[in-house]
């Protein structure tokens, strides 16, 4: 599984680069902040949701500690999507949320 730290993510937002975050949180932890852009997809809909994606973009996967992307990360992998989990998440996350 790919992996990146929350500073790489955040270092890449500052440089100008377009992220795909999917941030797998519960609505009431996302309502605390999340990284702008995201897109919020709780990890109880992410099978069901997974068409929403596009298999030829790269997206990285945003929860509160990195397990539950991390989850997510290993389904969509094996669903033949482009994922990476941030490790950390939330918690290690420096940046600005909204």
């Known amino acids: 599984m790919k992996e990146i730290t929350p500073i790489d993510v955040n270092e ?17 932890e996302v309502a605390e902040g999340i990284i702008p852009g995201a897109v919020h997809i709780p990890l109880g809909e992410v099978a069901t949701r997974a068409g929403e ?13 990195g397990g539950r992307s991390g989850r997510a990360t290993a389904y969509l992998e094996s669903e033949g999507y482009d994922v990476t989990n ?5 918690l290690a996350w420096e940046g600005p949320t909204e």
């Not at 941030?86 to 939330?90: P, R, V």
């Open 12 to 28: 890449k937002l500052e440089n100008g680069d377009t992220l795909n975050l999917i941030d797998v949180r519960e609505a009431d």
């Open 53 to 65: 994606l596009d298999k030829a973009k790269p997206y990285i996967m945003i929860c509160r500690s």
């Open 86 to 90: 941030m490790t950390g998440g939330m």
